[in-house]
């Protein structure tokens, strides 16, 4: 397989969240590290995978990029939800 972007560092960050009970806030917060500003879909941000535990009542998000794009989609995510309003970013 060969890619066109030579030299792309990519890096994963295990996004933990005090969050179980309320299924459309893990959701919302994964599917807002997709999005730009603008609501347009980031080409190059994935999200790997969701957990949820009950128990425990936490959730893991792992966001996939580029390692410049990591940080700046990480807090676009909780920023954009209102459970985390005034993260700085």
Known sequence: ???SRVGLRLAACLLNVSEAGR??????IA???????N????PQVS?????????YK????????SVDKLENTVHQSLKSTSVYPSLPV
């Open 1 to 3: 397989m060969s890619s």
């Open 23 to 28: 299924k459309y806030i893990v959701e919302n």
């Open 31 to 37: 599917k807002a590290a997709l999005l730009d500003k």
């Open 39 to 42: 609501g347009k879909k980031h």
């Open 47 to 55: 999200v790997l995978n969701i957990f949820s535990d009950q128990d």
């Open 58 to 65: 936490r959730s893991v998000i792992t966001i996939a990029t």
